[in-house]
């Protein structure tokens, strides 16, 4: 059963481009969850999925950042026009459905700006 | 506001030695605790989680207790070794277990 696989492991842009960070949870995972993580700081979460649908984007900035996770294939976290600030380590986490669900972490996408 | 924190914020420690770090949170209503830890350039790995009626919850050398009196979690490594050097992430998840709330971390780092 392989972990939770996040492609690519680098991601090189210049800005103004488009990144797309893709993660594949666990078989048997519904649920899914994008995490950032900037240097020397803590994870700060950014959206919570299950399949098709946004369950609490709150943490996820208001213009060019959107994530999906459909039905088939897997959950896609998409930055438009990235600028330098957006260079950070995105975590994916997968969870199975219950109330103690522990999430199982993706090796993250490091994402550098030019 | 919900929240969580860690303290230290970093440690040192002598490889065989015991250490403990310390996670006080806000998080209400309160389902669960979880102890991460994270290695330099990877992602967080479950150590521990403990619900409101357990107080304490052992993996190997890594032992989590839990106060939901007081709201406070510590996690104790003992005879540290090299390889314990990560951050160690204390999260708290509410009484839906849609939230998580993740502390900033605590950074250990084992010396030989």
């Known amino acids: 059963n392989a972990g939770v696989m996040q492609n690519p492991r680098h991601l090189v842009r210049r800005r103004g481009q488009e990144a797309r960070l893709r993660c594949s949870p666990m078989k048997g995972h519904s649920h899914v969850y994008w995490y950032r993580q900037l240097p020397e700081e803590g994870l700060k979460f950014m959206v919570y999925l299950q399949k098709e649908n946004i369950i609490d984007e709150s943490g996820m900035p208001k213009e060019r950042f959107s994530a999906e996770f459909p039905k088939e294939g897997p959950s896609i976290l998409r930055i438009q026009q990235v600028v330098r600030g957006d260079s950070a380590a995105y975590f994916c986490?997968?969870?199975?459905?219950?109330?103690?669900?522990?999430?199982?972490f993706g090796a993250g996408t490091r994402l550098s700006v030019l | 506001k919900n929240q969580v924190e860690q303290s230290p914020q970093s440690l040192i420690i002598l490889e065989g030695k015991n250490c403990t770090l310390q996670c006080n949170y806000t998080v209400s209503p309160f389902s669960n605790l979880r102890w991460y830890k994270q290695d330099t350039g990877r992602g967080p790995v479950s150590l521990t989680i403990m619900t409101f009626s357990e107080n304490t919850k052992s993996n190997g050398r890594y032992t989590a207790t839990l106060d939901a009196d007081t709201k406070q979690s510590s996690l104790h490594i003992t005879a540290s070794q090299l390889s314990d050097s990560a951050s160690y992430i204390c999260v708290v998840s509410d009484n839906y277990g849609q939230n998580f709330v993740f502390g900033p971390g605590t950074r250990l780092s084992a010396l030989p």
């Open positions: 986490a997968s969870s199975p459905a219950g109330q103690f669900r522990v999430q199982y």
